[in-house]
């Protein structure tokens, strides 16, 4: 089956781009649409334990932040042959995965590729993962692009 609408969630970090990297390959060789979109995670700027605090000015830095990484990523993305649409996102205090989610059956995207770390165990607990929670409930399918190549697990990660 060729995918025709892929959406991929970008945050200029080395995992988000290999994720990229393969739905380049894949809006290539399909002709697919790509939506690259980058979620500005504002619950940080309203976390400050400080009362009274104007968190405007850190909210204008967090996004422009968030416009320059995703024109960054669209001028890469361009220089690799695929014209891809940008969507940049604020989400106050919800998780970003059902951001994903939300914007994916929005554009009626038809496979979701996301870069993960891979993180097992307790780090996977206490920081969470976003990509599985995206794999868990998306409608459509969800390639996950390792962090990490194929090889062999580190001794601590073999079971």
Do not use: C
Not at 68 to 89: D, N, S
């Amino acid at each position: 089956m060729a995918y025709k609408r892929i959406l991929v969630p970008v945050d200029g970090g080395e995992t988000s781009a290999k994720g990229l990297r393969e739905a380049v390959k894949m809006a290539r060789r399909g002709r697919a649409k790509l939506l690259l979109l980058h979620v500005v995670e504002e619950y940080s700027a309203f976390s400050a334990p400080e009362v009274g605090v104007d968190v405007g000015p850190l909210l204008e830095a967090m996004l422009g932040t968030g416009r320059k990484t995703l024109a960054r990523i669209e001028t890469r993305v361009r220089k690799a042959g695929v014209r891809p649409e940008t969507l940049m996102v604020e989400n106050v205090g919800g998780r970003v995965a059902d951001e994903i989610v939300w914007q994916a059956k929005r554009w009626k995207a038809d496979l979701i590729v996301i870069g993960t770390h891979g993180r097992r165990g307790l780090q996977r607990a206490l920081l969470g993962s976003d990509a599985e929670l995206v794999a868990r409930y998306s409608p459509v399918p969800v390639l996950l692009v390792p962090a990490r190549g194929r090889g062999k697990p580190r001794q601590n990660e073999r079971r």
